[in-house]
């Protein structure tokens, strides 16, 4: 008999269909939202949380905790609940209502930091609790477990599921723990396929991609696994998320149209290609702002 766990990757890939210019090469899209928890971040969510649970570090009367930026935070209540482990999630106060509301759901405590001081300061509150005693952090920006998910489990699905013909991996760049893991394990299989992480351009907000200060710079990246970076536009990446709805019937978040039009300005460059790009969450979580608004 299954378990909500059992359904936790093999997410479906499709090719589309409208959106990519250059006929001879294929991009794949990741649907991601079809995880249980409705992202990519129910991967990594899963494999720190028994991971800390297999090596002891959760232990009675200690609470999780954790800074995110929505998606990680809904994907750890629903996992941490699923294993009977009490959680505080911290965000910033900008963050969707849908957000907040399905944490709470799951029977999370949200607490919300200053929108001012980002991402920043939800981490700076996080660590602050910690030394307090009675929590242990996850730290999805420093730890194994997260990348090391995606090394199991997505990049094996890529290689598999495109007849290990990938050319071209494309993901947006937020904790960078897909981005690592998939690079690792398809490096590893096939070391000329190429990986392209996305980030923003300055002064572009675009909800699971970050330009991060060195001071903050996810410990997990390790530059020499990206082999290009590209910089997208908070417009860019919006009209490519309302294309991807209207054309291609994929209804996800801002991050994902940023993936998705780097994925088609690579396409633009090759003869003949197989890119794959990740699409991180559905659109549902993003009704209440401005995403989808005319």
Not at 139 to 168: C, L, M
Not at 263 to 271: N, S, T
Request: proline fraction near 5%; charge should be neutral; charged fraction near 25%.
């Amino acid at each position: 008999m299954k378990t909500v766990l059992d359904l936790v990757g093999n997410t479906p890939m499709v090719a589309l269909q409208q959106i990519p210019e250059n006929p001879n090469v294929t991009i794949y899209a990741k649907l991601e939202g079809s995880n249980p928890g409705g992202s990519v971040k129910d991967r990594a969510a899963y494999g720190m949380i028994k991971g800390a649970l297999d090596r002891g570090e959760l232990q009675p009367g200690i609470k999780l905790i954790e800074a995110t930026s929505g998606n990680t935070g809904i994907a750890l209540a629903m996992i941490a609940k699923l294993f009977n482990v009490a959680i505080e999630l911290v965000m910033p106060e900008d963050a969707t209502r849908e957000r907040v509301l399905t944490m709470e759901a799951f029977g999370a405590k949200v607490t919300l930091t200053p929108k001012e001081q980002s991402m920043e300061g939800a981490i700076d509150y996080a660590h602050a609790q910690v030394a307090k005693g009675g929590y242990h952090m996850l730290n999805q920006f420093a730890n194994p477990d997260n990348y090391g998910a995606h090394y199991r489990t997505t990049g094996p699905e890529i290689w598999r599921d495109t007849g290990k013909s990938v050319t071209h991996f494309v993901s947006a760049m937020g904790t960078t723990g897909t981005i690592m893991g998939v690079s690792r394990y398809l490096k590893e299989v096939n070391p000329s396929i190429q990986i392209v992480g996305c980030q923003p351009t300055d002064g572009s907000r675009i909800p699971g991609i970050r330009k991060w200060p060195e001071a903050y710079l996810p410990k997990i990246f390790e530059k020499h696994r990206v082999d290009r970076t590209m910089d997208i536009s908070e417009e860019e990446a919006r009209t490519m998320t309302r294309r991807l709805a209207k054309e291609e019937a994929i209804f996800c978040g801002m991050s994902s149209g940023g993936a998705v039009a780097a994925a088609v300005r690579v396409a633009r460059e090759l003869k003949h290609g197989v890119v794959v790009c990740i699409i991180c969450d559905r659109g549902d979580r993003y009704l209440s702002s401005d995403l989808f608004g005319e």
